[in-house]
């Protein structure tokens, strides 16, 4: 009997080290889960905004070729257009044929290091309520007194700002999970039908902000050449140079709500 008490404490403790194990591989992922006073508003919204899906573009097999023969990595969704649109035809007379195509300085690629939710980002709302004269709690409800845009954006200058911006926020959707957009709008009388009590006696104040995506890493640049040698075709990239770069990217059609109940004005 004792020695079956003492594998049962073994097998008990063995399970709770391999949940505390589970639960600490995930740290990322509670961090990106919506808290409970963050109310999606998609359906409420009187703006409706626009879908800023950026799905992955898929190379053609001649873009893929081009880019599997590149030392350096390249995943700019808008270089990658340029390359499917583009097209070179081996001919039996390409033998002696030596060319270089200048593409220009593109950013190459953007690797994040910190994406984190601020779910705070900016105050969009204040509803107020003073039921210090009332003989009965009273119920609040939100109600969106003024359109507000809300935006995001780079926080510093950059070369090719638009292609730098494209891929942060690629890299931010994918580790967030969270829909991303440089701007989104809360439409003039969006409401919601969450309630909060205001005792009596006491004045209400229900603050309403607009979250956001903290997104930092570093993007790639370099001189991007076509190099032609007969039938040979490849990617040369030359002059990289790497650059810190962060931005704050709004969650679209989310608010966070803070209820506060106070005897004196605020």
Same mark, same amino acid.
């Given at each position: 009997?004792?020695?079956?008490?003492?594998?049962?404490?073994?097998?008990?403790?063995?399970?709770?080290?391999?949940?505390?194990?589970?639960?600490?591989?995930?740290?990322?992922?509670?961090?990106?889960?919506?808290?409970?006073?963050?109310?999606?508003?998609?359906?409420?919204?009187?703006?409706?905004?626009?879908?800023?899906?950026?799905?992955?573009?898929?190379?053609?097999?001649?873009?893929?070729?081009?880019?599997?023969?590149?030392?350096?990595?390249?995943?700019?969704?808008?270089?990658?257009? +340029? #390359?499917?649109? /583009?097209?070179?035809? $081996?001919? !039996?007379? *390409?033998?002696?044929?030596?060319?270089?195509?200048?593409?220009?300085?593109?950013?190459?690629?953007?690797?994040?290091?910190?994406?984190?939710?601020?779910?705070?980002?900016?105050?969009?709302?204040?509803?107020?309520?003073?039921?210090?004269?009332?003989?009965?709690?009273?119920?609040?409800?939100?109600?969106?007194?003024?359109?507000?845009?809300?935006?995001?954006?780079?926080?510093?200058?950059?070369?090719?700002?638009?292609?730098?911006?494209?891929?942060? +926020? #690629?890299?931010? /959707?994918?580790?967030? $999970?969270? !829909?991303? *957009?440089?701007?989104?709008?809360?439409?003039?009388?969006?409401?919601?039908?969450?309630?909060?009590?205001?005792?009596?006696?006491?004045?209400?104040?229900?603050?309403?902000?607009?979250?956001?995506?903290?997104?930092?890493?570093?993007?790639?640049?370099?001189?991007?050449?076509?190099?032609?040698?007969?039938?040979?075709?490849?990617?040369?990239?030359?002059?990289?140079?790497?650059?810190?770069?962060?931005?704050?990217?709004?969650?679209?059609?989310?608010?966070?709500?803070?209820?506060?109940?106070?005897?004196?004005?605020?």
């Amino acid at each position: 009997m004792k020695k079956l008490v003492q594998a049962f404490i073994i097998v008990f403790f063995l399970l709770g080290t391999i949940g505390n194990v589970q639960a600490e591989k995930n740290p990322k992922e509670n961090a990106y889960k919506i808290p409970e006073s963050v109310l999606n508003i998609a359906k409420e919204n009187t703006y409706p905004n626009p879908t800023q899906d950026l799905p992955y573009l898929q190379p053609s097999d001649f873009t893929q070729n081009l880019l599997e023969s590149s030392k350096v990595r390249i995943e700019n969704p808008d270089l990658i257009r +340029m #390359l499917n649109e /583009s097209s070179v035809n $081996k001919t !039996p007379f *390409a033998l002696g044929l030596r060319a270089t195509i200048y593409l220009g300085e593109w950013p190459l690629y953007y690797e994040s290091t910190e994406t984190a939710p601020n779910w705070e980002y900016q105050k969009i709302n204040t509803n107020f309520y003073d039921n210090r004269g009332g003989k009965s709690p009273y119920q609040m409800h939100y109600v969106q007194e003024a359109q507000k845009v809300v935006r995001g954006g780079l926080t510093a200058k950059v070369a090719n700002a638009d292609d730098v911006m494209k891929m942060m +926020m #690629l890299k931010a /959707s994918e580790k967030s $999970k969270l !829909p991303l *957009a440089f701007e989104t709008i809360v439409g003039a009388g969006t409401k919601k039908d969450q309630i909060y009590n205001i005792p009596t006696k006491r004045l209400g104040y229900l603050y309403a902000f607009a979250p956001a995506i903290n997104e930092k890493g570093k993007v790639t640049y370099g001189e991007v050449y076509i190099v032609l040698k007969g039938h040979k075709r490849q990617v040369v990239v030359k002059n990289v140079t790497t650059q810190g770069i962060g931005a704050w990217i709004p969650v679209q059609d989310h608010i966070s709500f803070t209820f506060v109940s106070s005897e004196r004005p605020k």
